[in-house]
């Protein structure tokens, strides 16, 4: 249940900060500060609750961990929900806080009007390339080998990189929890686009998992 509780936060922090910084501070940090917002929310989370869970706080990452023999379905599943319902409640607290102000909640999708307008090639070639990046970061940081007490850093500082780049192309997901909480608030269009950032951030997590599983990546 402490893991259950603990991706719950997690998932819960890591939408309100980042889509906040979006939502709320925008027009005054930029896309590099909402990178940020986005990178040490997960810095935060990983030294917070990092020795509960793992701090996923990502279907994608959990799934990863099960394609990669690191977790098992049973509580990858668990993971799912707690990941799922943390950030809608998320988006939900945004929301309330936000109230009639915003144009939306940091919900991701492509094309004409949203971001620099990127087609859906370049939307699902972009996350399901960074996802896959994210969890080889993600799987070699955490492994046993790994130097002691930098994962989150390592982590945040990816998930940070990966915004600065994709903001214009999607907003950026890597993370079906991320997108779903924000798209069923939204609705409309955001929901419509939705199933891409299920879609493609799964593929890329399986691919980076599968090094990690068939030894491409050893690591302890």
């Known amino acids: 249940m402490s893991k259950i509780v603990a991706e719950f936060i997690g998932t819960f922090a890591l939408v309100l900060f980042g889509c906040g910084a979006a939502v709320l501070g925008g027009d005054h940090v930029g896309q590099l500060g909402i990178a940020l917002a986005f990178g040490f929310a997960i810095v935060a989370m ?21 394609v990669a023999g690191r977790m098992s379905v049973k509580e990858m599943l668990l993971y799912w929900v707690a990941q799922f319902v943390g950030a809608t409640a998320g988006a939900a607290v945004l929301l309330l806080i936000a109230g009639g102000t915003a144009h939306g909640l940091g919900q991701n999708g492509w094309g004409p009007g949203y971001g620099g307008g990127f087609g859906i090639e370049a939307a699902f070639v972009f996350e399901v390339v960074m996802t896959a990046l994210f969890v080889i970061v993600i799987l070699g940081s955490t492994g046993t080998d790994a130097a002691p007490g ?14 600065i780049v994709g903001i214009q192309v999607t907003g950026v997901s890597v993370n079906p929890a991320r997108s779903f909480g924000p798209a069923v608030l939204v609705g409309g269009q955001a929901v419509a686009q939705l199933w891409l950032f299920f879609v493609a951030p799964a593929i890329g ?16």
């Open 46 to 66: 990983a030294y917070g609750i990092g020795p509960v869970s793992g701090c996923h706080v990502n279907p994608a990452v959990s799934l990863a961990a099960f």
């Open 150 to 163: 930098f994962a989150g850093l390592g982590i945040g500082i990816a998930l940070a990189v990966i915004h």
């Open 205 to 220: 997590a399986v691919l980076g998992a599968l090094l990690y599983r068939f030894n491409v990546l050893k690591v302890g």
